[in-house]
């Protein structure tokens, strides 16, 4: 016997629900993971679009700029100057998906719920941050024997191994003895620890003399790295702080809300409590562009919230902040990195410069997304590694056109303005809730757009994917009732 078309759409409803916990559980942690659970989210979706015959989406001015993009970017792809990678690179576009499922699945009820499990497990990845730099990393190189794998991988002494593959090691005992086990001649990624910098080492491999000596490392150190930039459970700390970044705000937000219209109540001190974690984290990635980006987002909305003596409190809170963030930098990274004259500062340059002579180049339709993989030293850019170009409007002015970056700012503007007035709205309807929300949302994006100037964080599929979930939450939210599916 088949269910009935309402219990269909609600267990449908259901499904979806758990999909969006389970993507806000991990979204902060794994990429895989979060995916899985934008995945059940659809299936969720789709049961109850079937049992009702509609998608439950409202139009809205976004569609037209979403329609345009998406457009734009597979005729640059079709246009590329290797077409067979940027179509394959097609497939990112998929994230957009997470505007329109939050829209049909989540309500303001839910929306809360949602975010309150997505603060939780960024500050537990951040307190796991914490502990991870207080336990240390791996084995600080004091010196290599002449017959050491590892020189095949320009590991030099002050560096610090910490990952084989994906084995984690802490001891020089410990990299021995998984060198023993590892099956001869097959290359592994060595993970290093360099002036705070994780760098990834591919073409690591051992023979089998090697690996019968009394120490097939020929490592010496018996020391453990406390200088590295927190990433939490994830391989790169620049996701992990763009996500924190973002998860920050909306603790900020819900705290800024309740302070205004209840005083210091428990929730605003959780709240509080919440944002200090994910700051501190954010702090510990050393990440200098995303920790000023989240001062420029926390403060416009602390200032758009606040009224008399908390704004100077909050000022005087964010300069403590940058203080900490800046003794962090100096600590952990090059020499001169405060200055930014540090060699990742200036290759940042090098490469933005390139970039732009080279937008003139292609200017409608670009280069096509990835092109650059094939041409990397062609067209001119330094260095045998090829990188992007560190700035989300340039890498989208090269990639897909002056066109595509004209779209992106006028979808951002909108998303900006939108937001601030449904922000609005709820702080003087009193809606304690959706007035913290919007107002944390508004954070992320200021923070988002900010980082966006010198990171190419809209090529960050985990960022991505929260930019346009956050976007959906926001629109949920600015409704004027709840939609029908609540």
Not at 189 to 210: D, H, K, L
Not at 454 to 476: K, P
Request: proline share 4%.
């Amino acid at each position: 016997m088949s269910p009935e078309p309402g219990a269909l759409a609600t267990l449908g409803q259901r499904i979806a629900l758990v999909g969006l916990v389970l993507y806000v559980a991990f979204a902060p942690h794994s990429v895989a993971a979060s995916v899985i659970g934008v995945a059940v989210a659809g299936i969720g979706w789709s049961m109850k679009a079937i049992s009702t015959g509609s998608l439950g989406l409202r139009r809205s001015k976004f569609d037209l700029i979403i329609l345009l993009s998406l457009v734009w970017t597979v005729a640059s792809s079709l246009l590329s100057e290797e077409p067979r990678i940027s179509l394959v690179k097609l497939q990112a576009s998929w994230c957009v998906f997470l505007f329109y499922l939050a829209q049909a699945i989540v309500t303001k009820r839910s929306a809360l719920g949602l975010v309150l499990v997505l603060i939780l497990s960024g500050s537990v990845g951040a307190t796991y941050s914490a502990f991870d730099l207080a336990r240390g990393r791996g084995v600080v190189v004091q010196a290599l024997t002449p017959g050491s794998p590892f020189h095949q991988v320009g590991i030099q002494p002050g560096d610090t191994v910490w990952r084989i593959g994906r084995t984690r090691v802490y001891t020089t005992a410990e990299i021995d003895e998984l060198l023993r086990t590892m099956p001869a001649e097959r290359p592994l990624v060595v993970s290093i620890i360099s002036q705070g910098e994780n760098v990834e080492r591919p073409g690591f491999m051992i023979t089998a003399r090697q690996r019968g000596e009394p120490s097939p490392s020929g490592l010496i150190g018996d020391e453990s790295s406390h200088r590295f930039r927190a990433s939490g459970w994830t391989r790169h700390y620049g996701t992990f702080a763009e996500m924190l970044q973002m998860i920050a705000q909306l603790a900020l937000g819900l705290a800024l809300a309740h302070l205004r219209n209840h005083g210091l109540n428990k929730p605003f001190r959780i709240a509080v409590g919440a944002t200090a974690i994910l700051t501190i984290g954010i702090v510990f990635t050393a990440m200098r562009t995303i920790l000023i980006a989240f001062a420029i987002g926390a403060t416009v909305i602390a200032w758009r919230s606040l009224r008399g003596a908390y704004k100077v409190a909050f000022t005087f809170a964010v300069f403590f902040v940058l203080a900490l963030g800046a003794a962090v930098v100096w600590q952990t990274r090059a020499p001169d990195a405060l200055l930014l004259g540090d060699p990742s500062s200036s290759l940042r340059a090098e490469v933005a410069r390139v970039g732009v002579s080279r937008v003139l180049v292609h200017p409608v339709f670009g280069h096509g997304m990835d092109a650059m993989k094939l041409h990397w030293n062609e067209w001119g850019f330094p260095g045998k590694d090829m990188i992007h170009l560190h700035s989300t409007p340039l890498q989208l002015a090269f990639d897909r056109g002056l066109p595509m970056l004209a779209l992106w700012l006028w979808m951002v503007v909108a998303f900006w303005v939108y937001i601030a007035r449904a922000e609005r709205s709820a702080r003087d309807l009193s809606d304690t809730s959706s007035y913290g929300l919007l107002l944390g949302i508004l954070g992320a994006l200021i923070g988002f757009l900010a980082s966006s100037l010198v990171n190419y964080n809209y090529g960050d599929a985990e960022a991505t994917m929260m930019f346009w979930f956050l976007m959906g939450l926001a629109m949920v939210l600015a409704r004027r009732e709840s939609p029908a599916s609540g």
